[in-house]
């Protein structure tokens, strides 16, 4: 199972211009062969097909538990995407076609994030490597991680929305921590150190402004345990130093606190979530008041009611 946390893993910015071109070039790292999908669909096959587990335990709690902080990824490229589509979805406002490099995410998707690559193309099973071999799976998920890496560094170049740039400084710095963790697997296995055996992209993510803050904070060298009783040997792999800072590897007991999301306003103009909004909410106030439940509804969202998301609205209209 997956224990769901209402927090996104790092904080990100509220909407500002939309930016439907750059949210299309985004894509590809929802949907593309190194996205998103791909590391959690292959580390969470890898851990459904996992034998032996018991046997093999340390490198199966690192592939599934890398798995679940994976899903969590999807849903930080999801919103960036969205940001990046806030405005976009306007009434009377939609984008032209000549404005837009995937037009699907306005007429399909309700100015959102669609399971695509940056060519629209759909994501796709067949990214999936588990073969069941256990030092030939890991290995490709360090050049997975490795190509994921990659493809980051360059739409952080290509796009300079801020949900964009936000986005791709904090994958940069944990998807560094994945590669190290499979090397680290691989070199337990075997005795080859793949980080020096293979030129693997040197990002220098101390000189790229969106990735210090997190760097600073030990981001580079965490490995998060993202549940509450499983999992616990970790450490037996992801132990020693990080190969670039020195610094020592440490695994955490805990998922990170995380930061609430922002509650990206309705775009009435695509129907998300619907031509008028305001009804779905006086429907949803009467059943939480039938249901006992309070006025106000009881999550938490970094806009709380005070103004915040009309003042949102109208910075992007």
């Known amino acids: 199972m997956i224990l769901r946390i209402d927090r996104l893993q790092t904080e990100m910015p509220p909407p500002s211009d939309p930016d439907p071109a750059g949210a299309a070039v985004v894509q590809e790292l929802l949907g593309g062969k190194f996205g998103e999908m791909s590391t959690f669909m292959n580390y969470t096959f890898q851990s459904f097909n996992f034998r032996a587990r018991q046997g093999a335990r340390p490198f199966y709690d690192l592939v599934a538990n890398i798995a679940a902080e994976e899903f969590g990824h999807i849903e930080l490229v999801s919103t960036a995407i969205n940001t990046m589509l806030t405005g976009a979805g306007e009434k009377g406002k939609l984008p032209s076609p000549d404005e837009l490099l995937n037009p699907q995410q306005i007429i399909g998707g309700g100015a959102a994030t669609l399971v695509q690559d940056s060519n629209g193309k759909p994501w796709n099973g067949d990214y999936v490597t588990s073969t069941g071999d256990l030092v030939e799976d890991l290995t490709h998920n360090f050049f997975l991680e490795t190509g994921a890496r990659n493809n980051k560094l360059k739409v952080y170049e290509m796009v300079d929305h801020p949900a964009a740039r936000a986005l791709t400084g904090y ?11 499979y090397a680290r697997a691989v070199e337990n296995l075997t005795g080859a150190d793949l980080s020096k055996m293979f030129p693997s992209p040197r ?115």
């Not at 994958?171 to 963790?181: C, P, S």
């Not at 990735?211 to 792999?237: M, N, Q, W």
């Not at 909410?281 to 006992?292: M, N, Q, T």
């Open 171 to 181: 994958l940069l710095v944990r998807g560094g921590v994945h590669q190290v963790a």
């Open 203 to 317: 990002i220098p993510t101390d000189k790229i402004p969106e990735c210090r803050p997190h760097i600073e904070k030990g981001e580079h060298t965490k490995l998060y345990r993202f549940s509450r009783s499983d999992y616990l040997e970790l450490a037996a792999v992801f132990n020693g130093k990080h190969p670039e800072t020195g610094d020592e590897l440490q695994v955490v007991d805990e998922p990170p606190e995380g930061f609430p999301p922002f509650d990206l306003p309705a775009q009435e103009g695509v129907f998300a979530p619907d031509y008028a909004p305001e009804e779905i909410a006086e429907i949803a106030k009467r059943l939480r008041k039938e249901a006992g439940m309070p006025d106000e509804p009881t999550g938490v969202v970094v806009n709380d009611g005070n103004g915040v998301v009309e003042k949102v609205k109208d910075a992007v209209s």
